[in-house]
């Protein structure tokens, strides 16, 4: 039985198979972290939400998740499941936030009051990111210059499966030096 459990909060559009998930998933797994992935309820629903739904929905799923979870509890969450931040600030669990919803005040709020440290992790030409936001939140930030909102780049393929190979590389190096040192 594993003392840490990983948390995976989907995008509204993807499952927590999703390639940025996996490989931060994967990552906290390398280091001996039970993987609980989260399907939402209603798979459909999440692009039909208004902004102001969208935590209230979120959050009842993911605080069900961390129930079902034992040891330490890291959350992993994409765009969407950054309306978790609300439970992560609640519970002061570390997070890393996958292209966070940072134009949402529910998601901001969250990330405000945590108290564990947190990875933020997107692309400047992202239209719900803010590097100044994300910089004043955290020290973690990963941020790739004309990356969007799934950190693909322009160009191809390859340039976009290599921002992949970097972010798993900051998940990595945050779980490894900050959260699991």
């Given at each position: 039985m594993t003392s840490r459990t990983v948390v995976v909060l989907p995008g509204g559009q993807n499952g927590p198979t999703a390639p940025l998930l996996m490989f931060a998933s994967d990552a906290a797994e390398q280091r001996g972290a039970?993987?609980?992935?989260?399907?939402?309820?209603?798979?459909?629903?999440?692009?039909?939400?208004?902004?102001?739904?969208r935590g209230p929905w979120v959050l009842p799923q993911a605080t069900k998740a961390v129930a079902g979870a034992t040891g330490d509890v890291l959350l992993i969450g994409k765009s969407f499941g950054t309306y978790g931040s609300v439970l992560a600030?609640?519970?002061?669990?570390p997070a890393v936030w996958l292209t966070p919803v940072l134009t949402s005040e529910w998601v901001v709020d969250g990330l405000r009051r945590s108290t564990a440290p947190f990875l933020l992790v997107g692309g400047t030409a992202d239209p719900l990111w803010d590097s100044a936001l994300a910089r004043e939140l955290t020290p973690y930030v990963f941020e790739k210059p004309g990356a969007d909102h799934g950190m693909y780049v322009p160009g191809r393929l390859a340039a976009s499966a290599a921002v992949l190979g970097e972010v798993a590389t900051a998940v990595e190096d945050f779980l490894d030096q900050v959260v699991w040192r």
């Open positions: 039970a993987v609980l992935p989260v399907w939402w309820d209603d798979p459909g629903r999440p692009p039909t939400l208004t902004e102001q739904e600030a609640e519970r002061g669990l």
